[in-house]
């Protein structure tokens, strides 16, 4: 049974991808501290001054004393993965092989059915002490391996405590700024702007243990249910946080329903740890399959480890098991986002209601390898998804485009794309049109970009249009609309205004957007 066992299945394989992944990240975050520590350290030799700058200071340093920890951790459990094949190479070499138990079984079998007047005794006794000497050998290859095996894992690190110092920094910074005490009382100004951030960050830190171990908040956010599906599609309801951004309830492995924001700009879902049930959750989800570090726009980056879990919309859509990057811990690359909650993920996405980014634009560049909406159990959902922003019904539809509904335009990839026509009108003055402008068609894109190359000024009427000339949205520049102006070899990011405007559909297949009149 243990040459079988042993000889069976995928061997030192997958711990030898599972050292690899720890190595890799060992070397990201070696990257990242350095990084890190180079910003910051030039940062208070010129711009950061004063007691708000000297606190910061000592918070990034933590920051930075951490991620050399956590460096340190994962080269150890790199090394002690590497262990544990080793111990698993050795026991194998000192196993039995199958064929030489199946030889001895056969022979045995032929000697005792041949054995009439006793005449095979003799033989019959020595396969028995080969047989014997077999099992002594499995059981000391075993019980080597089990020390082995057992001494690497004594020899891992705990990631617990070191993440359990990173809550008790957050709760830590809370109370010892009075500001924070002040703001609390200001019950009536507390539902939006910098008042909001300081109660989701005390939200935060009351429900920092249990989700850091469990995945349960101690203060629920309430996720609604979803609507479900029939055979063909499914629907699930999403809510615009200010207007402009899509979210949408699902769970991973074992964590709770929480809100993700539906990105077409970006591939992929991104999860803290703490959204899939904690450390337990984590654990339950078995080995990664990679890791490293990704970022997002705005000034984040991120360690994490990529797993194959499950996605649960609630009503029965629920996906097979698909790559699902598990964010770890974050920090910020600017001063900017150190200033505005880019220390932990959390709060970086608590500005946008959201507690993960669910990418899902066909030729959108990650940071998640895959979809996960191409990879429902029902394969019909896997055809494409319908955004439905509009205030007569907000929902998001998986599997096949809309039946009976009027389509206005299709742009050629979703949601990079060359399809678009910008025309920019000054007040009293003459139109310019330009065509094929590179673009990124956005829903967590807010209120998007304008690039250089498009020559725009405050107060001018820009309008979009898409194939055969069909409007999908316009503005007064910095009056009903505010896009960010970047350089001319950017995108232009559309944000949400189009999708406000009109319903529309990705094609996985066909990397396509069809924008729709009403449904």
Known sequence: MNSSLIFDGAGSGPMLAAAASWDGLAAELNTAAQSFTSITSGLADQAWQGPAAAAMMQTATRYASFLNEATAQAQTASAQAQAVVSAFESAQAATVHPFAVAANHNSFMQLVMSNLFGQNAPAIAAMESDYEQMWAQDVAAMVGYHGGASAAAAGLPSWTTALQGLSGQLSGALTANPAASALTSLDSAASSGPLANVQQNIINAINAPTEFLFGTQLISTGPTPALGGNGTTGNVPISLYANTEALVNASVGTGSAVPLLVDTGSQGLVIPFQKVGGIVGLLQLGLPVSGGISGYSGGLDYAYLTYNAPVNFGGGLTTGATPVDVELFAWPTSLSSALNGGWSFQ????????????????????????????????????????????????????????????????????????????????????????????????????????????????????????????????????????????????????????????????SNDANTMTFYSSL
């Open 347 to 506: 709060n970086f996405f608590a500005s946008d209601g959201a507690s993960g980014v669910l990418g899902i634009g066909p030729n959108a560049t990650g940071p998640g390898p895959s979809i996960p909406t191409e990879h429902f159990v029902n394969s019909a959902f896997n055809q494409g998804v319908l955004i439905n922003e509009t205030p007569t019904g907000q929902y998001l539809q998986f599997g096949a485009p809309p039946s009976g509904a009027t389509a206005l335009t299709t742009l050629s990839g979703a949601p990079i794309t060359n399809d678009l026509t910008v025309e920019v009108t000054p007040p009293g003055g003459s139109t310019t049109i330009y065509s094929n402008v590179p673009s990124i068609v956005d829903t967590g894109g807010v209120n998007g970009t304008i690039p250089s190359s498009v020559n725009a000024s405050p107060g001018d009427t820009i309008a979009v249009y898409g194939p055969n000339h069909q409007e999908l949205y316009y503005y007064v520049y910095n009056s009903t609309y505010f896009p960010t102006a970047v350089s001319s070899g950017e995108l232009m990011n559309t944000g949400a205004a189009p999708f406000i405007n009109f319903p529309a559909y990705i």
